[in-house]
């Protein structure tokens, strides 16, 4: 019988959530904007992070009648190897954001489907599926698909040169995780039946995606 490992969480710097985001995530990079990034750290080693945000659309909560405040995106669950399920983990992170922003009473997230996802982990810890987004613009920018705000983020609003070309980008699962009971019964009408796995599609979140573990001043 294994042992169950000692999991802490707890802020993440930057440097540490940058490390994570562009070695462990599919995405290789960290999202645009201001940023809560929590730490996850295995039997006292750092295995990642999970970071909320206000994510690419300012009026995120507008839908479900909440200020900017009140609404967040889980913007990436970045994980190397590890013991722990990502549910757990993702669940623990929820329960930290919450006990240190008690104003907030809604996280949506976004499963992309043309990255073989389907929203399994938000499946199994009961999030409301509410449904596809509709198509928005991406760019690719130095060979990278990018979200417009986080393109602007990065590289301003005359980007020149670095801008290569625009297109359609994907329509992605939409999750809802309520966060009070109110907002629980504001919103359950809006869920429909969850979205099947795509066959053989990559793993969701890969425990191995390669990369050295981060120093100590990242851990800290």
Not at 35 to 50: A, C, Y
Not at 152 to 159: D, E, F, S, V
Not at 163 to 177: A, D, E, Q, T, W
């Amino acid at each position: 019988m294994h042992e169950k490992p000692n999991l802490k969480i707890d802020w993440a710097t930057h440097e540490a959530a940058k490390y994570a985001c562009e070695n462990w995530h599919y995405s290789q990079c960290t999202p645009a904007g201001k940023l809560v990034k929590i730490g996850v750290w295995e039997n006292s080693k750092f295995i990642g992070v999970v970071i909320f945000s206000r994510g690419a659309n300012n009026t995120l909560g507008k839908p479900y009648g909440l200020e900017q405040d009140e609404c967040c995106e889980l913007t990436r669950i970045a994980l190397n190897k590890h013991a722990t399920p990502v549910s757990r983990i993702m669940k623990l992170a929820i329960f930290f954001l919450k006990k240190n922003s008690p104003n907030l009473k809604l996280l949506i997230s976004f499963a992309d489907p043309e990255q073989g996802h389907h929203g399994g982990v938000y499946q199994a810890t009961n999030w409301i599926y509410c449904g596809m987004t509709k198509a928005a613009d991406e760019y690719f920018v130095h060979g990278k698909r990018m979200h417009g705000r986080s393109m602007r983020a990065l590289y301003g609003t005359h980007i020149g040169k670095d801008f290569i070309k625009k297109v359609l980008g994907s329509s992605k699962h939409r999750y809802l995780m309520p966060l009070t009971d109110e907002m629980k019964s504001k919103i359950k009408h809006l869920a429909k039946p969850y979205p099947k796995r795509v066959t053989k599609a990559p793993s969701e979140f890969p425990s191995d995606s390669g990369g050295a573990v981060p120093t100590h001043a990242l851990q800290q």
